[in-house]
């Protein structure tokens, strides 16, 4: 099963940035699967906030766009999000994996935690 280790979350006020990670493992080739980043606020689903195609095309969810961008390593089987002009709504607990159909193909593992409050 693949698992993933979150890294780079945190506390930061309102208008500032983070920059998330996920490093992949187990035996996937990185490089042949979409990603994607999600988050879950407390008393909310989980959502889907940005995918990467492997080669091409991103999505963002509106709530996001123009804020984050998403890229990756297939490399290094790395997964990141670059969070600008935070606001306290993007308060969550961020979680990297791999749709696959209607489901996902890792373990969602504890992600990272992003609070933004003054």
């Known amino acids: 099963q693949v698992q993933f280790v979150h890294s780079g979350g945190g506390l930061v006020q309102p208008g500032g940035s983070l920059r998330l990670s996920c490093a992949a493992s187990g035996s996937i080739v990185f490089s042949n699967y979409m990603m994607g980043w999600y988050r879950q606020a407390p008393g909310k689903q989980r959502e889907l906030v940005a995918r990467t195609y492997s080669g091409a095309g991103t999505y963002y969810a509106d709530s996001v766009k123009g804020r984050f961008t998403i890229s990756r390593d297939n490399a290094k089987k790395t997964l990141n999000l670059q969070m600008n002009s935070l606001k306290p709504e993007d308060t969550a607990v961020y979680y990297c994996?791999?749709?696959?159909?209607?489901?996902?193909?890792?373990?969602w593992g504890q992600g990272t935690q992003v609070t933004v409050s003054s």
């Open positions: 994996n791999v749709p696959i159909g209607s489901g996902f193909l890792g373990s």
